[in-house]
Nanobody, 124 residues
Framework: QAHLVESGGGLVQAGDSLRLSCTAS????????MGWFRQAPGKEREIVAA????????IYSDSVKGRFTVSRNNGRNTVWLQMNNLKPEDTGVYYCAARKYLIDSVPTDAYDYWGQGTQVTVSL
């Protein structure tokens, strides 16, 4: 069972950058696709980005495409979300999630394990 811990959230101004990190416990990180989700106040949780087990395939929501980059290092059991040119609408709690997925593609749902979340607040 994977245990995920996110870090790197904070309060920034529009146009700034943040880098979120998610570190997983266990020895099977490399067999899990990893996703970043966010939940804004009063809204449902949505997928922001996800990455395949090899790191070669990624997906992004339209709202963050070109501004966010997801990456991973299987040797360090870590996945990152680099967020550039942040906007107030990026505000929310960001969650890291893992899904055991032996195919090197990117699932968008049915993630099994979740972190506790990290708050990102973007002010004007």
């Amino acid at each position: 069972q994977a245990h995920l811990v996110e870090s790197g959230g904070g309060l920034v101004q529009a146009g700034d950058s943040l880098r979120l990190s998610c570190t997983a416990s266990g020895r099977t990180f490399s067999s899990h696709a990893m996703g970043w989700f966010r939940q804004a106040p009063g809204k449902e949780r949505e997928i922001v980005a996800a990455i395949s087990i090899s790191g070669k395939r990624t997906i992004y929501s339209d709202s963050v495409k070109g501004r966010f980059t997801v990456s991973r290092n299987n040797g360090r059991n870590t996945v990152w979300l680099q967020m550039n040119n942040l906007k107030p609408e990026d505000t929310g709690v960001y969650y890291c999630a893992a899904r055991k997925y032996l195919i090197d593609s990117v699932p968008t749902d049915a993630y099994d394990y979740w972190g506790q979340g990290t708050q990102v607040t973007v002010s004007l």
